[in-house]
């Protein structure tokens, strides 16, 4: 996995970014280019260069210089800070971005604004603007901001990836997507609607196109922390540890205490002396799978079918958990059905009362009948409304589990014995459950 883009032409970073007295979003977009290639330790050597220099001699073009840098470099706090009240239209802009960034979306707004006043490009700061007030819960206001940029502004890939944010903000998560990748259409390296369009594939299980999608955001910076996260646990999902290993490091480049990546690194390291058998991972997913056909899917006479009913026996993974002598105690239930029964578990390799001693995950650790409805509304919603992220998700599709109640049957060890589930995994679990006012069992 690379944060660079392919080899062009090298720039004249000091003449067009240091020098340049009237720096446009097309000279941004250049540096940008050669400052995610080779040139990246150049880039970073003159934006420091230029914040000690404008620190010693308060130089506000240096200065100006200097927070855009430092902004790119991941750095907004500290490219907020040194581009305060700053008059150079560009440092207005990118000072907007920067307190965006870091969630001060009110005063973003303001800022945005003066970028427009003083004349860096007003198409661009207007659809920005927007997106701040839409940050503010303001949708309505915030569309009327983005329509009112005409024709003009409907030709700019930036329109079409506010538009995707009000959209997915109200809820349409189809109009959204139709509207970001037409800002990918119009801007392929949009790295806002790039990342947004991987989000959402990510959440329809689209993994590859996900995966696509977060690299080509990471083409250029700004770099978002949350994208190089993400990737970083898709790799890991798909076992690339040295890939997962470089993002988490990443991450960690830009912002040292970053506790997520930290603790994901952690995770990563741990996995290193993990050995996974894939063959029996497969035997074990195919015979899980197996168990839990229904009863219904065999030919089984009238008799033996109705008396397993009767006993509430609907899967072959629940002839598995009980006794010849618990069934002949059925009601009609004689040698004849248990010779049928025997001989369609020995046709799939399968015993009555093999798993006896194994508890079924599937039950409840619950009785319904003790629980309120509102208790039991809880139990049956399903896990996706824990809002995972990406790695526990995918946890808790590999172990089957759907629904809160099933997940609640875990215990803490039962969930880290499986497959790249790590500590990082547990608490995500453990505090969305407390939000619920559930836990684990045994915790």
Do not use: W
Request: a negative charge; one cysteine or more.
């Amino acid at each position: 996995m690379s944060l660079s883009q392919t080899a062009m032409e090298p720039v004249d970073i000091q003449s067009m970014f240091v020098n340049n007295s009237n720096l446009t979003s097309a000279d941004i977009e250049t540096i940008l280019r050669a400052a995610s290639g080779p040139q990246a330790t150049e880039f970073e050597q003159v934006v420091r260069a230029l914040h000690t220099e404008a620190s010693q001699t308060g130089d506000e073009r240096k200065a100006a210089r200097a927070g855009i840098g430092l902004f790119f470099l991941g750095k907004p706090e500290q490219a907020a800070t040194v581009l305060e009240g700053n008059g150079d239209p560009a440092a207005r802009f990118y000072r907007a971005q920067a307190l965006s960034t870091l969630g001060r979306h009110e005063e973003a707004v303001g800022e945005f604004e003066t970028a427009a006043e003083k004349g860096f490009d007003r198409i661009e700061s207007t659809l920005r603007r927007a997106g701040e007030v839409r940050q503010l819960g303001q949708l309505d206001e915030a569309e009327k901001i983005v329509r009112g940029t005409g024709g003009e502004g409907a030709r700019r890939a930036e329109y079409s990836y506010q538009m995707g944010c009000i959209l997915a903000d109200r809820g349409d998560a189809f109009g959204a997507i139709e509207y970001f990748e037409r800002a990918v259409d119009m801007n392929p390296h949009h790295s806002r609607a790039l990342f947004s369009l991987a989000v959402k594939n990510s959440l329809y299980g689209n993994d590859e196109e996900a995966v696509q999608l977060y690299e080509r955001a990471l083409s250029k910076p700004p770099y978002y922390l949350g994208a190089i996260l993400n990737l970083g646990l898709l790799y890991e999902d798909r076992e690339n540890y040295q890939a997962a290993e470089y993002c988490f490091r990443q991450v960690l480049r830009f912002d040292p205490t970053n506790e997520r990546a930290l603790l994901f690194l952690k995770d990563i390291e741990a996995t290193g002396d993990m050995y996974y058998d894939e063959e029996t991972l497969k035997n074990q997913a195919k015979l899980e799978q197996l168990l839990s056909r229904p009863i219904s899917d065999f030919e089984l006479s009238v008799r033996s079918r109705n008396c397993l009913t009767g006993m509430d026996i609907n899967t072959l993974g629940d002839l598995t958990r009980i006794t010849e002598q618990d069934l002949l105690a059925g009601k009609n239930f004689g040698e004849t059905s248990l010779a049928e029964i025997r001989e369609l578990m020995g046709i799939h390799g399968l015993s009555i009362g093999q798993n006896l001693n194994q508890k079924s995950h599937s039950e409840p650790v619950y009785s319904p009948q003790d629980l309120s409805p509102a208790e039991q509304a809880v139990l049956n919603r399903p896990v996706s409304d824990l809002n995972l992220s990406v790695r526990s998700r995918k946890c808790m599709t590999r172990l089957g589990l759907t629904s809160i109640g099933q997940l609640i049957s875990r215990t803490p060890d039962e969930l880290l014995a499986a497959k790249n589930f790590g500590v990082t995994s547990l608490n995500e679990i453990r505090q969305k459950l407390t939000e619920m006012g559930v836990k684990l069992r045994n915790d």
